[in-house]
């Protein structure tokens, strides 16, 4: 196979068959990933094709998912495991944080925990409560974690096999509004490292950083604005720990502004830290203070208020003029 | 044949009479059988389901491995008095379900200890001043855990039980005979974890023992303010079998435990295994048991003392004589002094070991942070020149 369009949650799939089919030791598990092949449909075949021992219908437990990953993991599985949506995540939250992020350093790195949780992440799709959130940053502040998120199909395709190769634990966060979203896959390409940040569109007037669902919108902005004759540049950050902050502050040394983007609430989050970061390496580069934009302090709302809480065109292009006026 | 005593536990009963009368109902009334192969008094008594035959030599090999945890137990206690350990968590008192379930297992098979399993590692042939570093604070736990097949020390109470369970669908995916014991205690089999931990394990049929030690005590909190029914009975909701064993008989912990792994090798899945013992000294020497508990009642537990009945039973048996008893003492009096030279000579870890080991394949900033940390620390070099 070689370079074909195909929608973010069918790059994953494929991505999944073909870990399955290199290594007898990478497992899928989670709640419906069998049969169903996963509430989004993201593990679709594998179970007919790899079978109960390998793909495998787990209880409805997370906290019990991920520890019994765990054991798989030091028996020498690579289990991928499934979070049905973020918001299910802090059942396991305890075995993720005091467990699997700390196993590898208490054994003074003699043991290995390859475990990717994968994460469908974000709103915009008009679901219920918990349904909808961006808990990104709770993993990326966790020491011995690794938090990563594709905003298209071929890093879909290529982080995942990144990651599954990886001897550590990472979490996945899949960008669910964005899981139908068509783009090309090259599968005999050679993919950029999995922690590097990806320049989306060269600009030389502002920088704006977003990863996942987002780094569409800010694409949809930098055209916007090209329109009225400003440049953006546009990095997709891919992950968020590491955070690739050479790549931020080479684009910020050249355009002097920075705007981070992203779904999450911006209190604490990746933004601040890049804000801190990029300030601290190129304080007498910049000629605006590092703006964010992002979700609010506040639960996220219900539905039919997402649209306005959700950073979107509008809010990404007030944020850039307030930017560029300093 | 089969005697619990209901000594032990009145003064815990009397001591929750503030509570509403249906809250303070003992929930253990329904005076669960407890398997018991040695009685207190040392004598041998039989069992219908289960039993062991061992010789003489095996006999003495048990008691030695009870006497020998004791001695390591009371030296890092000391230790700790001493200021050379942080913390100790001692096993006083359950030797028996250590040594006993310890002693069960095989080689090839795989065991996730809580924090107090000082006897289970000292089976699985870890050296003991290995435990000692993580309570002196020069790591984490820090062995190789496949050297013994015998897992890092659990701190966080429960999370171990799903560790186990996911290990042992390993060892049924690879079609191996091997069995994994889980140990926990009365206070974890309030986690969700552990209850999750026997679902999983009754779902995959894994092949796993769920090892409980009940010693009566989290921390000041009676096993009343934990459950309701007895302990071994929650495997019947689960759909495996329960079993209550004298944890202070090192014969029915050997014989219970032997059982339910050879079932598990089987194929025949998981068993919850209760040992009904008792926490001799305090949860841990930050610990004040006299703030919340009898004294009466650690009395009474004494003369079930697991060490005590082997050797009444060794020496009515003939099977041991005061010079092995004395030769076992020089021993165990040597192995004091090698455990407190070693700890003493343990080596504060080198300042960089902070940024070692966080992760397999590396990390930027951590990578950055060990920099910026080693030029800071250079920099007193530099100041000192």
């Given amino acids: 196979m070689a370079a074909s369009k195909m929608p973010i949650a069918k790059a994953i799939n494929e991505s999944l068959r073909k870990a399955m089919e290199n290594d007898p030791k990478v497992l899928i598990m989670g709640e419906d990933v069998g049969r169903l092949g996963g509430v989004f449909r993201v593990t679709d075949g594998l179970h007919k094709d790899f079978g109960d021992g390998r793909v495998i219908d787990t209880p409805l437990a997370e906290s019990g998912i991920v520890g019994t990953a765990i054991g798989l993991a030091l028996r020498g599985y690579r289990p991928v495991v499934e979070i049905q949506f973020d918001g299910f995540v802090f059942p396991a939250y305890d075995q993720i944080v005091t467990q699997l992020a700390k196993m590898h350093a208490r054994a003074l790195g003699k043991i290995k925990l390859p475990v990717v949780i994968r994460i469908p992440y974000g709103g915009g799709i008009g679901a219920v409560e918990h349904h909808s959130e961006s808990p990104e940053a709770l993993f990326a502040h966790v020491a011995g974690l690794k938090v990563v998120s594709p905003s298209n199909s071929s890093d879909a395709y290529w982080m995942m096999q990144q990651a599954i190769q990886s001897d550590d634990p990472i979490i996945f966060f899949e960008p669910k509004r964005r899981y139908w979203d068509k783009s090309d896959v090259d599968t005999d390409a050679i993919p950029a490292p999995l922690h590097k940040a990806r320049i989306a569109r060269e600009g030389s007037d502002l920088t704006l950083v977003a990863y996942g669902p987002m780094v569409k919108v800010c694409l949809e902005a930098a055209a916007a604005a090209q329109e009225e004759g400003k440049s953006l540049e546009v990095v997709d950050l891919r992950s968020m720990s590491p955070i690739d902050f050479d790549t931020i502050q080479t684009s910020v040394e050249k355009t002097r502004h920075l705007v981070v983007v992203h779904e999450a609430p911006v209190f604490l989050g990746t933004g601040a830290e890049i804000a801190a970061r990029i300030t601290e390496r190129s304080f007498y580069h910049l000629e605006a203070p590092v703006l964010r934009v992002g979700g609010y302090h506040t639960p996220y709302p219900p539905a039919r208020l997402e649209e306005e809480y959700l950073p979107g065109l509008d809010r990404v292009l007030d944020a850039v003029d307030r930017s560029l006026a300093y | 044949m089969t005697v619990e005593s209901t000594a032990a536990r ?22 669960p059988q407890l398997v018991q192969l040695l009685t207190p008094e040392g004598e041998r008594v039989r069992h219908p389901d289960y039993d062991v035959e061992l010789t003489h030599d095996e006999l003495r090999g048990l008691y030695r491995d009870m006497v020998l945890t004791r001695r390591f137990d009371a030296e890092a206690t000391s230790l700790q008095r001493q200021g050379e350990l942080g913390l100790w968590a001692s096993l006083l008192g359950q030797e028996a379900a250590q040594i006993g379930s310890g002693r069960a ?19 699985r042939g870890v050296d003991p001043a290995n435990l000692l570093g993580m309570f002196r604070g020069v790591n984490h736990g820090g062995w190789d855990p496949n050297t013994n097949n015998f897992h890092l020390y659990t701190i966080v109470i429960g999370s171990q039980t799903l560790h186990a369970t996911g290990y042992a669908m390993g060892v049924a995916k690879d079609g191996a005979d091997s069995a994994v014991v889980a140990y926990f205690g009365d206070g974890a089999s309030s986690q969700g974890d552990v209850m999750e931990a026997f679902n999983f394990a009754a779902v995959y049929n894994a092949p796993v023992v769920f090892f409980c030690q009940n010693n009566q005590w989290a921390i000041s909190e009676p096993t009343e303010k934990q459950m309701r029914v007895p302990l071994y009975r929650r495997a019947e909701g689960f759909g495996f079998p329960g079993v209550r064993v004298d944890g202070n008989d090192v014969l ?36 004040d048991p006299s703030k919340y508990r009898n004294d009466d009642e650690r009395v009474a537990w004494e003369a079930k003392d697991p060490i005590l009945r082997l050797r009444r039973y060794l020496e009515a048996e003939g099977a041991a004589d005061q010079a092995y008893f004395d030769e076992l003492e020089a021993e165990s009096e040597a192995m004091g002094k090698r455990v407190r030279e070693a700890v003493r000579a343990m080596p504060d870890p080198d300042v960089m070991a902070i940024f070692e080991h966080t992760h397999a394949d590396g990390h930027a900033l951590v990578d950055e942070e060990r920099a910026e940390f080693a030029a800071y620390q250079a920099s007193f070099a530099e100041e000192a020149k």
């Fill in chain 2, 10 to 31: 009145k003064p815990r009963r009397s001591s929750s009479k503030r509570a509403s009368s249906a809250a303070a109902k003992p929930p253990q009334s329904s005076e």
């Fill in chain 2, 252 to 287: 029915a912990c050997l014989a219970v435990t032997k059982d339910a792994l050879e079932r598990a090798r089987r194929g025949e899945g998981p068993t919850l295994v209760e040992a009904f013992t008792y926490r001799m000294g305090a949860h841990t020497t930050s610990d």
């Fill in chain 2, 105 to 123: 297992t095989r080689e090839d098979d795989y065991v996730f200890p809580t924090y107090r399993e000082h006897g289970v590692a000292w089976c």
